[in-house]
């Protein structure tokens, strides 16, 4: 006798990157950032802990909000506090759309390879997940915006996992005008690129943008995410949302966050000059990299098949993360860590290759 509803029992269920305990690993799987959040993070969370956490958080995360709305201005002159809602990670924001938008029944659109919770979402809601490979030069072509009666939302990680690639916001634009549906892109990896699709908000209203502070801002482990829309689309998708799915330390941390561009900044700059690295030195070992918009490089190499380099080097303490897409193929994902942590992976990998 099953106690969960049918489709739940049927499903696989997401499975996160490896987070292993006892044993020490150079640890480039799972896109975290190499380096430590800003002080000015860990300064406001103790403000907050000496203050007390008898009272619940602002269940808007309004001080982030205006923060937020104060940094994209820039690209998005029209956006105020209400075009964005928060969430316990971009994973929550997406959840948050997901169970907004789409009922049992109804089809959710999304790309391959690109990331696999999109599908779980999917199968959570009774939903069918109609999957559209990408082109050879990681576009998207038609397919992407045939007519269907039930699609009611196309997901869209720009910059992709696992490739790294990145489809220009003129071409989502021209993506999002010939959908019949919402058009959600996830753009967790944009602060490493050289552009996002920010400002095609305020032009469309199926169009919504989310981002996280996981990767960019050395805050995986706080939790915070947001989603940019407009705001009679962000009202509906308050109704939706725990009522405070977004913590006091959480709030205040990822505030400070985006408080300390200069931190940020810094950090980016070293990531992306390691990620230049990291892809030219992969190639000289003969790997295939995709020139890479993200904090990762997607590569595989033609005389070695890459599961079991994945465990030749999780063998000598070096994780990257295997990852294989049916009818599609497999390959390493490879975080962009630090200088010295490329370092061991590249001389792991030289050994393991000689």
């Excluded at 699709?197 to 989310?210: I, P, Y």
Aim: net charge neutral; charged share 25%.
């Amino acid at each position: 006798m099953t106690l969960v509803r049918k489709n739940i029992a049927a499903m696989q269920g997401y499975v996160p990157g490896e987070q292993p305990r006892g044993r020490e690993y150079v640890k480039l799987n799972t896109n975290e950032n190499p380096y430590p959040c800003s002080p000015a993070v860990k300064a406001a969370i103790g403000r907050v802990c000496t203050a007390g956490l008898q009272r619940y958080p602002d269940p808007q995360a309004t001080e982030f909000r205006e923060r937020a709305a104060e940094l994209f201005q820039k690209r998005l002159p029209a956006i105020t506090p209400d075009w964005i809602l928060c969430g316990n990670g971009s994973d929550d924001v997406l959840t948050i759309v997901t169970r907004s938008f789409v009922d049992s029944g109804d089809v959710i659109r999304f790309p391959r390879p690109s990331y696999v919770l999109y599908e779980t979402l999917a199968s959570i809601q009774g939903a069918t997940a109609e999957v559209v490979d990408f082109e050879p030069d990681w576009s998207l072509g038609e397919r992407f915006t045939a007519p269907n009666d039930r699609l009611r939302l196309a997901l869209l990680a720009n910059p992709n996992s696992p490739s790294g690639t990145m489809i220009p916001p003129e071409a989502v634009a021209r993506l999002a005008a010939a959908l019949p549906c919402p058009l959600l892109v996830d753009e967790a990896y944009a602060d490493f690129a050289d552009r996002d699709c920010l400002s095609l908000v305020a032009d469309n209203e199926r169009v919504l943008v989310s981002r996280s502070l996981s990767k960019s801002y050395s805050l995986a482990g706080l939790r915070f995410g947001f989603v940019v829309g407009q705001p009679h689309v962000i009202e509906q998708l308050n109704k939706v949302k725990d009522s405070y799915n977004c913590d006091a330390l959480s709030i205040a941390g990822a505030t400070a966050a985006l408080d300390d561009q200069r931190h940020f900044q810094r950090n980016r700059a070293a990531i992306l000059a390691t990620r230049e690295r990291l892809a030219g030195d992969l190639r000289k070992l003969g790997f295939e990299c995709i020139d890479s918009q993200a904090n990762f490089v997607w590569c595989r190499h033609p005389r070695h098949a890459a599961r079991p380099l994945y465990e030749q080097l999780k063998a000598a303490g070096v994780l990257v993360r295997y990852m294989s897409y049916a009818g599609w193929g497999d390959g390493l994902r490879i975080t962009v860590g630090s200088d010295d942590q490329v370092g061991v992976l590249l001389e792991k990998l030289g050994t393991l290759l000689a």
